[in-house]
């Protein structure tokens, strides 16, 4: 029989699971061809104005495989309701049966994306974070920012969002935990931070090379199709170390792929991260060096949390 668990469950089962640790083995698995992830499929919308995801894949010799579907619709707050929505299903490798359909409305697709983003700066922000810059005050700011302080703690945060309205509530959401100060632009943010989130569905550059410090790390989680973009392709010529969660994926959608495409970078530049998590060659070697990752979402981040979320389910109801 097919087991439904709903979102409340998923989050209680979620506080047993180290996501951080889950996603570093699954970008490994990645990076070292023992899964199976074909191309994202993707439905975009224009009014109002939104984006279906949809990734499935499976980890060679495992038990399951999984199909995810994510969307994003950023209007939802003139609704009330939050703009991510969605659902995992888990399904048997083996026999193709279903196993579980997990609820989580488009929860731990929020989740795994954060703590992606706590990878990243586990490995390529520098060694003293003086503050945390976040552009975007949406749901996965406020996720990236949480997270970051299971790898990089800092309490000290500029944050910029496309309305004063949305900053000043981002900062009274997150206020008892964090030093937030409300910055009037993006730039704001950069010359105060040496480690950068960008978390928006901008579709035009908010950061420029020339506004970015010696030694900063930027991680870039908003870019996820062709059409968005947060970071100048200067930003991506400059930078020391430019690393891709997925380097297929970098052809089609992302930071790198438009900066690839507008002659700024070449594909010769990019390295993936499941490489960089096991090689220290490949990560930050000094405080002085400028990296970004850029995160498009990989569908083994997906396989990954739907399988612990699964398994401590079953511990739990054995």
């Known amino acids: 029989m097919t087991t439904v668990i709903e979102l409340e469950e998923i ?19 990645y990076s070292n061809g023992n899964s199976v992830v074909p191309p994202v499929g993707e439905l975009l919308f ?11 894949g499976y980890i060679k010799n495992d038990d399951f495989y999984v199909i995810k579907i994510a969307s994003g619709f950023y209007e939802n707050k003139n609704l009330g309701l939050p703009s991510s929505q969605g659902m995992m299903l888990l399904f048997n490798q083996k026999t193709g049966q279903t196993v579980s359909v997990l609820l ?5 697709t929020d989740v795994r994306t954060a703590a992606a983003g706590a990878v990243a700066a586990q490995y390529f922000a520098p060694k003293n974070i003086e503050a945390i810059g976040i552009l975007g005050t949406g749901i996965q700011a406020k996720m990236q920012l949480q997270y970051l302080q299971k790898t990089k703690p ?3 945060v500029w944050v910029w969002g496309r309305t004063a309205e949305n900053a000043v509530r981002f900062k009274e959401e997150l206020g008892d935990e964090f030093d937030i100060q409300i910055a009037e632009s993006a730039a704001e943010v950069a010359k105060n931070c040496n480690l950068l989130v960008t978390t ?11 506004g970015i410090r010696p030694g900063t790390h930027i991680t870039a989680v908003g870019s996820d199709t062709s059409e968005k973009q947060e970071l100048d392709g200067t930003i991506l010529q400059k930078a020391d170390i430019v690393i891709a969660d997925s380097i297929p994926q970098s052809k089609s959608r992302g930071e790198i792929y438009q900066a690839v495409s507008k002659g700024f970078i ?10 960089a998590i096991q090689n220290t060659d490949l990560q930050r ?3 002085q060096q400028i990296t970004v990752v850029d995160l498009t979402g990989v569908a083994v981040q997906d396989i990954m949390i739907t ?4 398994e401590k389910y079953k511990q739990e109801n054995a």
């Open 200 to 210: 928006t569905p901008s579709e035009l550059a908010l950061l420029k090379a020339d």
């Open 154 to 156: 800092c309490k000290r």
């Open 285 to 287: 070697i000094n405080d």
């Open 11 to 29: 989050k209680s089962l979620l506080k047993q699971v180290d996501v951080v640790t889950a996603m570093s083995q699954g970008f490994v698995q």
């Open 46 to 56: 224009d009014n109002p104005p939104g984006d279906v995801h949809i990734k499935y």
């Open 266 to 275: 070449f594909e010769n530049k990019i390295i993936e991260l499941g490489k």
């Open 104 to 108: 989580d409305e488009g929860y731990l």
């Open 307 to 310: 399988t612990a979320v699964y």
